[in-house]
C-alpha cells in the first residue's frame, strides 16, 4: 500500500492578507455600485428634518446639504442641493401633514359682555404645522347661561378636528375698583400726572380701561379743579372716582430759584448797565418763543410761564424782561398799549422803557419776523414802526412815562 502525498500547508499569514484584499474589494465594490443618491424624500410635518446623508442608499460617505433646509412646520415640495464627494445633486424633500391636530377641550366660564375666543376652549394643542382655531358659531356672551361650542382646528394641509366645549355666561353686577386716585398739587405751568399710581380691576378678569377726564384744568391758571376717573367693565357695570387739581400760583421763591442761576451765567460785576441789558435782551429774545394766547395777570406770573414753559405772547417777553432787568438793577419802566388803541386793533402790546444812564429808550424783546432789534430804540424810531406795522403797538399814554430821547 503506497503512502499518501504530503500537501503543502498554506502560511497563516497569507491566508489573512488575501481575505482581507477579499473584503476590501467587496467594499469597494458596494460603494461604488450601490450608494446611491434618493432624489426625493417625504417626510411627515413635524417630524425632526433629515440630515443630507439621509439621501444616500448608504451612509458611506459625508454628505452636506448646499442649500437651507425649509423652517419647522413649512409644508411643500423644497429642491435642495446635496454634496457627495465632489459631486452636487439635485433633491427635493417633500414634507407633508397628514395627521389632523389633537388638543384637549376646556370649559370656561365668564360674565355678561366678556370677550371669548377660540383659544380660551383650547389646550395641549399638537400639529406638525400652523393650526387655525375658530368657532363653528360664534359664541354670544350677551345672556347667562350655558352654552356648547363648537371649535374647529385646522391645520395648514386643512386637516380638521372639531372640539366640543361648554361656555357658561354668569351675570355680573359688582362694579370696577379704582385705587390710588387722590388729589394732586402742581406749580403753575407744572405736569400732572394723573395716572401715576391709579390702577383700576374688576372681578371679571378683563383688563378695563380707566378714562380720565381732566377737561376742566387749566395747568396755566392759579385755581382748584376737578379730574373725574370712570371706568366700565363688560357687563356694564361703572365706577366713578373724582379728585382735586389744586395748582398753586408761582411764588417769587420759585421763579427766582430759575432766574437767579441764570443770570450768574450771563451777568458779571464788571458790566456797565447797558452791557446788563444787551445781556438779558440777547438771552430773552435767543430762548423765548412767540406762542399766543398767554396769561396777564402778574409780571411774576409772566415770568414764571417763561422760564418753565420758554414760550408766550408779548406779555410773556415783557414780563421775564422786566423781572431779570430788576434783579440786575436796571432802571425800567413798565408800558403798554393806551386802551383806545387796544379797542382799535384788537390787540394788546406790552414793553418797557429803560435808562442806562443817557436817558430812556424803548426797550422790546418781542421781535417780528424779519424785524429791526428793538434793544434801546428812540421815540422816533418807535414812531416809525407803529406807522409801517399799522398795528398801533407803540400808542403809549406820553404823560404817565418818562419821556424818551426823541433821535
Not at 74 to 94: I, R
Not at 118 to 123: A, N
Not at 209 to 217: C, G, K, P
Not at 357 to 368: C, K, S, V
Amino acid at each position: 500500500m503506497s503512502k499518501p502525498k504530503n500537501r503543502a500547508k498554506k502560511s497563516p499569514v497569507l491566508a489573512a492578507i488575501t481575505l482581507g484584499l477579499l473584503i476590501g474589494l467587496l467594499l469597494v465594490l458596494v460603494f461604488l455600485g450601490t450608494n446611491k443618491v434618493q432624489t426625493e424624500l417625504t417626510i411627515e410635518a413635524g417630524e425632526p428634518l433629515p440630515a443630507a446623508s439621509d439621501f444616500l442608499s448608504l451612509s458611506l460617505r459625508r454628505a452636506d446639504f448646499l442649500t437651507p433646509l425649509p423652517e419647522p412646520g413649512q409644508l411643500g415640495d423644497f429642491p435642495l442641493e446635496v454634496s457627495v464627494g465632489q459631486k452636487t445633486y439635485a433633491v427635493t424633500l417633500h414634507v407633508r401633514d397628514t395627521v389632523p391636530p389633537t388638543a384637549t377641550p376646556v370649559d370656561k366660564s365668564v360674565f355678561t359682555g366678556a370677550t371669548v375666543t377660540p383659544e380660551d376652549f383650547v389646550k395641549d394643542l399638537r400639529d406638525g404645522s400652523a393650526v387655525k382655531l375658530s368657532f363653528a358659531k360664534k359664541p354670544s356672551t350677551a345672556k347667562p347661561g350655558e352654552f356648547t361650542l363648537e371649535i374647529f382646528l385646522t391645520d395648514a394641509a386643512k386637516n380638521k378636528t372639531t372640539l366640543n366645549a361648554t361656555l357658561t355666561v354668569e351675570k355680573d353686577t359688582e362694579p370696577p375698583v379704582i385705587e390710588g386716585a387722590k388729589d394732586l398739587t402742581i406749580p403753575l405751568g407744572g405736569n400732572a400726572s394723573y395716572r401715576s399710581g391709579v390702577s383700576v380691576t374688576d372681578n371679571s378678569g378683563e383688563k378695563i380701561e380707566l378714562n380720565i377726564n381732566s377737561a376742566a384744568a387749566n395747568l396755566d391758571e392759579p385755581g382748584a379743579y376737578p379730574i373725574i376717573y370712570t371706568a366700565k367693565d363688560p357687563s356694564g357695570n361703572s365706577a366713578k372716582e373724582t379728585i382735586t387739581l389744586t395748582v398753586n400760583a408761582a411764588t417769587e421763591e420759585q421763579l427766582d430759584a430759575l432766574v437767579e442761576p441764570l443770570l450768574a451765567k450771563i451777568i458779571t460785576d464788571d458790566m456797565s448797565d447797558k452791557q446788563k441789558a444787551r445781556a438779558v435782551y440777547d438771552w430773552v429774545t435767543k430762548n423765548i418763543y412767540y406762542r399766543v394766547p398767554a396769561r396777564k395777570i402778574s409780571v411774576l406770573d409772566g415770568a414764571y410761564t417763561a422760564m418753565t414753559k420758554h414760550a408766550g405772547d408779548c406779555y410773556t417777553f415783557f414780563a421775564i424782561s422786566k423781572y431779570m432787568l430788576d434783579k440786575v438793577g436796571v432802571e425800567n419802566v413798565a408800558m403798554k398799549k393806551t386802551d383806545e388803541a387796544i379797542a382799535a386793533t384788537n390787540e394788546r402790546h406790552y414793553w418797557i422803557l429803560i435808562n442806562v444812564g443817557d436817558g430812556w429808550y424803548h426797550f422790546d424783546t418781542t421781535l417780528w419776523k424779519k424785524g429791526p432789534e428793538q434793544f434801546m430804540m428812540t421815540e422816533s424810531f418807535v414812531e416809525k414802526l407803529t406807522k409801517q406795522r399799522g398795528k398801533m403797538n407803540y400808542v403809549y399814554d406820553h404823560d404817565a412815562v418818562p419821556e424818551a430821547v426823541q433821535e
